[in-house]
Every structure is written in C-alpha cells, then in structure tokens.
C-alpha cells in the first residue's frame, strides 16, 4: 500500500464517519449527566393497601371455581381498595382475572384499580389518571424497561409526572417527567439513533457506522508504523 493513498483514505473516511464519533461521544457525556440528575429505577417493593388474613373467606379452589375452566398458571392475593382480591393468571386469558376473597365475586375493572393505588401510592398519594394501557413499547416507553403490558398514569402537576404500572409484578415500572423525558430522548437519538423510526434501518446505519469507526482507526495503526521513523 503507498502511504498517500491510506493517508488519503484515512482522512476522508474519518471524516464521513466522524459525525457518528461525535454523536456518540456527546451521548457518553449526557450518561454521566443523567446519572447525576435522574433518580435510580424505582425500586421493587411489596404493593397493595394491606392485607387482613382473615378477612379471607373464599378457598382459592372455589375461586378458580367461579371461572370458566381454563388452564391454571399462577395465582396471587393483592390488597386492593381495603380487600383480598385473587389475581388469576389462565393460559386462555390474556390479562389477570379478579375474585373477591372475601365473598367470591368476579370484578375485571380490580386491574386497572389495582394500578392506580399503585401509582398514587408510589407518588405519595397523589391523584392520578389513567392515560394509556401499553400492549407494546412506544417511544418514551423502550424495550429496556422490559415489562409488558404496562399501564401509564399522569400526575396533573408542573412537572407532568407520569409513572408506568405492571399489575404483575405489582409495581412501577418507569417513573419520568418533562424534563427527565427530554434527556431521554435526546441520549436515545443521539447514542442509537431513535429518530429512525425502522429498527432494521437502524441497525444498519449503526452497523455501517461502527464498522467505518473500526476502519479509520485500522488505517491510522498502518499509517503509524508506515510513517514512523526509521532507525539508522
């Protein structure tokens, strides 16, 4: 190889691909920030209002006995609005099933109450409504927080507070705000190019890009020992 053309290569290839250093680099820096300024993951804790153990009347048997017949696959007991509640988990239903432990009857809006005590209890009993009930991640809600379905509650403050509720781990999980939400955003585009709205495009840009960063820094190693100086 002759040393003008990978000087040549090294310095227009650099420069094609140094946009996405800079992004990178700027995304690095907004980390630290945001480690400083925004709170750890909400922690995971016991939820629900208490719970009387006798208060419960109804034997999970009969509980499951009120259903149609469907395939067990796990059963809870939450405290929801000062009572036991059974949270069914079925093969056939795609969301929890409630039963009254107390006098065995069957009540589907238990879930959705049972995510706002939740959420008003995490804020410090906070007023809260709900706002969305997610089947799928969105552009605030990513597929780092894993959980699936979630619902969202929005606080009506300055600050717009909303909280995301799984009813099946029984907490929050993500906790942002306006501000909290622009930081976000911004590290997202920056560092993974979340403007792109195809996953497939995406990950080929950020392929290409890595790969050009890897190439220029391949050519500056050969141009070093091309152009080092030799020993008499």
């Known amino acids: 190889m002759s040393r003008p053309w990978i000087r040549k290569a090294h ?13 990178s680099s700027g995304s690095g820096v907004l980390h630290n920030i945001m480690s400083r300024t925004q709170a750890p993951p909400p ?22 006995g009120k259903l149609p017949p469907s395939t067990l696959q796990a059963v809870n007991v939450r405290g929801i609005g000062d009572e036991p509640w059974y949270q069914i988990y079925t093969a056939e239903s795609p969301k929890p099933q409630y039963v009254n432990a107390r006098d065995g009857r069957i ?30 991640y969105n ?17 009506d403050d300055s600050l717009q507070t909303r909280v995301y509720v799984s009813t099946t781990t029984g907490s929050v999980t993500r906790h942002t705000d306006r501000q909290r939400q622009f930081e976000a955003n911004a590290f997202t585009n920056f560092h993974k190019l979340g403007f792109i709205p195809s996953k497939d495009w995406r990950d080929l840009i950020l392929t290409i890009t890595t790969l050009g960063i890897f190439l220029v820094s391949l050519l500056g190693v050969i141009l070093f020992f091309l152009t080092r100086p030799k020993k008499r």
């Open 11 to 23: 310095r227009w290839v650099g420069l094609f691909f140094s946009l996405s250093l800079l992004m």
């Open 43 to 64: 922690p995971a804790r016991p939820s629900g209002g208490g719970l009387d153990p006798a208060a419960i009347a109804v034997p999970v048997a009969e509980a499951l």
């Open 107 to 136: 009540d589907p809006s238990q879930d959705e109450a049972y995510a706002a005590q939740i959420a008003s209890a995490y804020l410090g009993g906070a007023s809260v409504r709900k706002t969305d009930y997610l089947t799928r």
């Open 139 to 155: 552009s605030e809600y990513i597929a780092i927080f894993r959980v699936l379905p979630v619902y969202r509650f929005d606080r």
